[in-house]
T-cell receptor, first 118, second 111 residues
Framework: DGGITQSPKYLFRKEGQNVTLSCEQNLNHDAMYWYRQDPGQGLRLIYYSQIVNDFQKGDIAEGYSVSREKKESFPLTVTSAQKNPTAFYLC?????????????????FGPGTRLTVL | DAKTTQPNSMESNEEEPVHLPCNHS???????IHWYRQLPSQGPEYVIHGLTSNVNNRMASLAIAEDRKSSTLILHRATLRDAAVYYCILRDGTNAGKSTFGDGTTLTVKP
């Protein structure tokens, strides 16, 4: 089955620790995204990547880092610099459009990782 | 960035049509209007998207105002499984990653 997976489903972090959230897709999508969702709120974009070995900061990138070494993988590291990391983290992917219209296509979301700082 | 405004909550009766409104008065010419829905503790699910013309798919219809400053998601016959938070989103077709999520509309479907 084609899809996008995230692991772990639940993650607990002690203050001062870095943690890495996994995101894998087998949809052959070029574009991948990381979002953060706080209770009762919408999604906020952390980082996105249009293609392997390239990524850009979203609206709330401070305290986070990513890598895109393989097309199917886009891991997110929550560093100790992120002061309030407790949240629901969602990864998404989409087909990269053609020409100047790059990102109008639907996004496919993973099931999410709930991160809690102890 | 262009923003969207949606009512916080709406109610519907099962088997009746539902019209979910969205205002996006600062939409730009390259923004696509997307709708997603989300169940608690799950990732959002794509519903429909459009640019200027009305769109239909197996899940819903999207009606876009002529000036594109508002749109309406139409669920033709609501079922209990349609109860979710519905997000109206603008995705910039020329700037990768520029997606603006609001707080969404919580749809309750009564049997």
């Amino acid at each position: 089955d084609g899809g996008i997976t995230q692991s772990p489903k639940y993650l607990f972090r002690k203050e001062g620790q870095n943690v890495t959230l996994s995101c894998e897709q087998n949809l052959n999508h070029d574009a991948m995204y990381w979002y953060r969702q706080d209770p009762g709120q919408g999604l906020r974009l952390i980082y996105y990547s249009q293609i392997v070995n390239d990524f850009q900061k979203g609206d709330i990138a401070e305290g986070y880092s990513v890598s895109r070494e393989k097309k199917e993988s886009f891991p997110l590291t929550v560093t100790s610099a992120q002061k309030n990391p407790t949240a629901f983290y969602l990864c998404a992917s989409s087909i990269r459009g053609v020409g100047a219209i790059v990102h109008y296509n639907e996004q496919f979301f993973g099931p999410g990782t709930r991160l809690t700082v102890l | 960035d262009a923003k969207t405004t949606q009512p916080n909550s709406m109610e519907s009766n099962e088997e009746e049509p539902v019209h979910l409104p969205c205002n996006h008065s600062t939409i730009s010419g390259t923004d696509y209007i997307h709708w997603y829905r989300q169940l608690p503790s799950q990732g959002p699910e794509y519903v429909i998207h459009g640019l200027t013309s009305n769109v239909n798919n197996r899940m819903a219809s999207l009606a876009i105002a002529e000036d594109r400053k508002s749109s309406t998601l139409i669920l033709h016959r609501a079922t209990l499984r349609d109860a979710a938070v519905y997000y109206c989103i603008l995705r910039d077709g020329t700037n990768a990653g520029k997606s603006t999520f609001g707080d969404g509309t919580t749809l309750t479907v009564k049997p």
